[in-house]
């Protein structure tokens, strides 16, 4: 019986297949796609992170603020008011900017007026950072602004909101009535500090500073 000699292995090596062009496209564009995904999701995420950041990096801890800070933060509800030209606005419709916010009467008697006089020096000391600031008056009451309250507030957001809705959001410390703090909100529209009662400006703004500054990488003046 014949037998087959030995033959020696060989192996057969095939080439990798060549992408045409129209394979070279879809990959392509595959790619794009998943870049692109991944930016959307940074950008639908950028908000929360900055929340974080302003929460946390700006509060570390053994830091001592003049203001006490909010926990948890109080988002803006949806409230509605009347704003200084007589036309129906909502506390929403503040987000977006820095806000230092006060609480008054529409008479404002002279505590009020004195508040409103710190509201607006404190924003000017912040010189070029002073636009992402707004000075708000809440104003309360069934009363009308008289026309020299009204010129002296032209530079800022006066709305007239009901008080009792007012105070499901903002609430003053133990012992004090809500006219006697000036509040912070952040431009996502989260109260997160208060100010003490007989305000002392320097300290105050010390604490508008590094806010302004912690936030400047994220914060933009104006409203989108």
Same mark, same amino acid.
């Given at each position: 019986m014949s037998q087959t000699p030995d033959e020696p292995l060989t192996l057969t090596v095939h080439s990798m297949p060549q992408l045409d062009a129209a394979s070279a496209s879809r990959v392509a564009s595959t790619r794009a796609g998943r870049w692109k995904m991944v930016l959307l999701l940074l950008v639908c995420a950028a908000p929360v992170i900055a929340s974080y950041f302003t929460y946390y990096v700006i509060r570390p801890e053994g830091r001592h603020n003049y203001g006490e800070l909010i926990d948890p933060q109080r988002p803006v509800p949806d409230i509605k008011g009347t704003n200084a030209q007589g036309d129906p606005v909502s506390l929403l419709e503040l987000k977006d900017q820095w806000l230092l916010i006060s609480v008054a009467d529409s008479a404002c008697d002279d505590a009020c007026q004195q508040h409103l006089y710190l509201q607006r020096? #404190? =924003?000017? $000391? #912040? !010189?070029?950072?002073?636009? =992402? %600031? &707004? +000075? /708000? +008056? %809440?104003? $309360? !009451? *069934? !009363?009308?602004?008289?026309?020299? #309250? =009204? *010129?002296? $507030? &032209? *530079? *800022?957001? /006066?709305? #007239? /909101?009901?008080s009792d809705a007012l105070a499901t959001w903002l609430v003053p410390a133990e012992g004090r009535r809500i006219e006697e703090h000036l509040y912070v909100v952040d431009p996502l529209g989260n109260w997160m500090m208060r100010f003490p009662a007989d305000l002392d400006p320097k300290r105050a703004k010390r604490d508008l500073d590094r806010l302004l500054r912690a936030s400047s990488f994220w914060d933009k003046p104006g409203r989108s």
């Open positions: 020096q #404190l =924003r000017e $000391t #912040l !010189g070029r950072e002073k636009d =992402r %600031l &707004d +000075w /708000v +008056w %809440l104003r $309360t !009451g *069934a !009363g009308e602004m008289n026309e020299s #309250l =009204r *010129a002296a $507030t &032209d *530079a *800022a957001q /006066v709305v #007239l /909101v009901d």
